[in-house]
């Protein structure tokens, strides 16, 4: 399985880790850095099917607690497919 932490790595802020077990993709969390004040001006990280829903082994995304750090880019993910 690989795990590749896209934030929080060395911040509290806009939490997404990506889970690759066999192929398939797996989000935790999708959040939006808090120094942002508007969800749609941040970033996606750039992992294939998040923003197009154009790849099949993107499965979904969980979220781990309801905190806008932890779910505040599901927004955008939602505003570009």
Known sequence: MKVRIHRSAKEFIGNCIELTPRGKTLLIDLGMPLNFGDSLQA???AI????DGNNENF???????PQADNYGLLCKA???T
Do not use: I
């Open 43 to 45: 970033a996606l990280p």
């Open 48 to 51: 294939a099917g998040l923003a």
């Open 78 to 80: 939602a505003t570009t």
């Open 59 to 65: 499965l979904s995304v969980v979220l781990s607690h």
